[in-house]
């Protein structure tokens, strides 16, 4: 069974995320598979923009500890989704943690429900938001940022959409998505293209400049004695050895 489903309605192609026995976990598999889907959705004249939406009650729930994908892999695709001709969409109605949120901020619009909420939760496991701060930085209030990088702490969509992760929370998500989407129908695909250009352009920047950086970094991080103290004390349902 695939992890990633595909459905078109009206030039929108919605990808699902579609792995909710592992809380759609950012395996290698799945990574891969968004990807492929998002290289066709590139392709595809009849897509005019794409929606990324999962199954079950989380978004994602970051990486797979136990079939992670490659670093480069996942800048791949986080790179992927911002340079994709087409505005994408992150309907989120549930929680949302640590690489998930990377998808969250390559997305162009990110609309939550009430009840969703957030957390990088990297530092409670010896690492660090690395590879994530590549789409997370360049939009999030700096503050914010510092508490939350810092602290792991859980945070819902209202602060999601103040520290600018979520364009609008909604009751019902699905109302708020549509008149959105029934925007973006309206709009040429070159308009569309060129003006994700202007608005993307600062993230693309920060990949430029640091991907390589963070990607080594992160390599360094996880192959660490202390996250894999952090990663096994996580599988093991367990408190970690620092933790006080």
């Not at 992890?3 to 579609?18: E, F, I, K, M, Q």
């Not at 592992?22 to 598999?29: P, Y």
């Not at 066709?40 to 999962?54: E, F, G, I």
């Not at 508490?147 to 819902?156: P, S």
Request: hydrophobic share 50%; aromatic share 4%; charged share 25%.
């Amino acid at each position: 069974m695939p992890l990633v489903t595909t459905a078109h309605d009206r030039a929108v192609a919605t990808l699902t995320l579609d792995a909710p026995d592992t809380r759609n976990a950012l395996s290698a598999r799945l990574v891969a598979e968004l990807a492929d889907a998002l290289a066709d959705c590139a392709q595809d004249p009849a897509v005019r923009a794409v929606v990324l939406t999962h199954t079950g009650t989380t978004f994602s729930a970051g990486a797979d500890l136990k079939a992670p994908p490659s670093p480069y892999a996942f800048v791949a695709l986080l790179r992927r989704i911002v340079e994709l001709p087409k505005p994408v969409v992150a309907r989120v109605a549930g929680r949302v943690r640590a690489g998930g949120l990377g998808l969250v901020g390559a997305a162009d619009l990110v609309v939550a429900s009430e009840g969703s909420d957030f957390a990088l939760t990297e530092v409670r496991i010896g690492v660090a938001p690395a590879l994530v701060s590549l789409t997370l930085l360049p939009r999030l209030d700096q503050r914010s940022a510092a508490r939350y990088y810092l602290t792991g702490e859980r945070f819902d969509a209202a602060e999601a959409a103040r520290m600018g992760l979520v364009t609008a929370v909604a009751r019902d998500v699905d109302a708020a998505l549509d008149p959105l989407l029934d925007a973006l129908r309206k709009g040429s695909p070159q308009g569309l293209a060129e003006s994700k250009r202007l608005v993307t352009a600062r993230v693309l920047e920060t990949f430029e400049r640091d991907a390589e950086e963070l990607v080594q970094r992160s390599a360094q991080l996880f192959a660490s004695a202390e996250a894999r103290e952090g990663m096994t004390a996580f599988l093991e349902r367990r408190d970690p050895a620092w933790a006080m």
